[in-house]
Nanobody, 114 residues
């Protein structure tokens, strides 16, 4: 059974940082492309980043230069470092194995507010 569990969200002021963690199990993580996705209140699911099995990563334009994804294949864990957070980054953040979010965890809430 594919299982993805995100953690690390919270309340942070604009300009602050958070590190999200996604623990995966039930599939061959080291061979799987991994995504970070987010959904802001009242909006649709948005692609944030995609990481290949080797760690090469692409980012959405809205987060380029501020967010950094990484993975530890030995630990089946996917990370997202969020720096210089903006109010518009407020959203539920998910990790997933598909870009459309069909296979994703329950999410972790990130709230950016002064």
């Amino acid at each position: 059974e594919v299982r993805l569990v995100e953690s690390g969200g919270g309340l942070v002021q604009p300009g602050g940082s958070l590190r999200l963690t996604c623990r995966a199990s039930g599939f061959d993580f080291s061979s799987t492309i991994m995504y970070w996705l987010r959904q802001a209140p009242g909006k649709g699911l948005e692609w944030v980043s995609v990481s290949t099995r080797y760690g090469a990563t692409r980012y959405a334009e809205s987060v380029e230069g501020r967010f950094s994804a990484s993975r530890d294949n030995a630990k089946s864990t996917h990370y997202l470092q969020l720096d210089n957070l903006k109010i518009e980054d407020t959203a539920m953040y998910y990790c997933g194995t598909t870009e459309d979010g069909r296979n994703r965890g329950p999410g972790t809430q990130v709230t950016v507010s002064s």
